[in-house]
């Protein structure tokens, strides 16, 4: 079963950074795409990075240059490095595997998209 699991959001002030971890389990992690999303109350839910399984990495125009995803396949575990963060970062973060064998790519610039597996989310809260 596959299962993952959020952890590192938290407060912090603008121009701070945070980084957060998903640790997974219960399925093949390198061949699956894998990605950060995020959604605050009454908004639709953003991809904000997404690396695929062959390494293709997307990020959200929003967060490029601010935001690394990056993930070590030896021990099932995905990073969103945020840093300048901004208070309107704040929001409830997941973390999402998708089994597609098409690229996901697209995730960070379709509201919404669908991915295969979730995690029930962290919060992370900038504030100004």
């Known amino acids: 079963q596959v299962h993952l699991e959020e952890s590192g959001g938290g407060s912090v002030q603008a121009g701070g950074s945070l980084r957060l971890s998903c640790a997974a389990s219960?399925?093949?992690?390198?061949?699956?795409?894998m990605g950060w999303f995020r959604q605050t109350p009454g908004k639709e839910r953003e991809g904000v990075a997404v690396?695929?399984?062959?390494?293709?990495?997307s990020y959200a125009d929003s967060v490029k240059g601010r935001f690394a995803i990056s993930k070590d396949n030896a021990k099932n575990i995905l990073y969103l490095q945020m840093n300048s963060l901004k208070p309107e970062a704040t929001a409830m973060y997941f973390c999402?595997?998708?089994?597609?064998?098409?690229?996901?790519?697209?995730?960070?610039?379709?509201?919404?998209?669908?991915?295969?597996?979730w995690g029930k989310g962290t919060l992370v809260t900038i504030s100004s």
């Open positions: 999402a595997a998708d089994r597609g064998l098409l690229s996901c790519t697209a995730a960070t610039t379709v509201p919404n998209y669908g991915m295969d597996y």
């Open positions: 219960g399925y093949t992690y390198s061949s699956y795409c």
């Open positions: 690396i695929d399984s062959d390494g293709s990495i």
